[in-house]
């Protein structure tokens, strides 16, 4: 589809809903810079914007069109060939001793190679013993303190240190008792960890 050819109708408002979004993002895909789909559906469409902003930022051209009878128009244009750089996160804004374990932040575009999180454990919290997966992690200590146990040391963790966790290697993270513990966490895709607490 050139950029001065007339953009694809889309109408959505009989297909079933949960294949809206996938159809839509697949054509979006589909298009060459300079060019636009009208999106046609029964509904302003928010969340679909929501998750493609998420996964594309300001290579996406969103624009609301006149409604015509019970119909909600958009125009969606691709502005640049590839999602952009930009600014994900501020960790000083998640500053603070975590209340319950887990993730707190999560790299989310669902077209990428990288996984990324923000893990916090509370005071006391840990993750158990376990193999670790088949790729390497590297990890960021942000605040906080704490150890990770190893097959045969223990590693104390403070802030500012960069970790490297090789392929399958066992590992065992327990949180400061009074402060917590809070890392940057970036590996190639895989699945989540579970995170419990010792209490």
Known sequence: MAGTAEPEHIDVRDIP???????IIDAYRKLEV??????????????????M??????????????????????????RAATPLPRVLADVDELEGVAENSGSVWQLQPQQ??????????????????HMGPGL????????????????????????????????????????DEALGLKYFSVHQRKQGLTITSRH
Do not use: C, M, Y
């Open 112 to 129: 990428r190679d990288l996984d990324a999180n923000i893990i916090a454990l509370s005071p006391g919290g840990e993750i158990k013993e």
């Open 136 to 175: 390497d992690v590297l990890i960021h200590i942000l605040d906080g303190g704490g150890t990770l146990e190893t097959e045969l040391t223990t590693i104390s963790l403070s802030p500012g240190q960069i970790v490297w966790l090789p392929r399958r290697s066992r590992r065992r993270f327990l949180a």
């Open 34 to 51: 300079g060019s636009a789909l009208i999106l046609v559906n029964d509904h302003e469409p928010k969340n679909l914007r929501i998750e």
């Open 53 to 78: 902003e998420a996964e594309f930022a300001e290579a996406l051209g969103w624009e609301p069109l006149p409604e015509e009878g019970d119909s909600f128009r958009v125009r969606i244009s691709k």
């Open 17 to 23: 809903k949960p294949q809206r979004h996938p159809r």
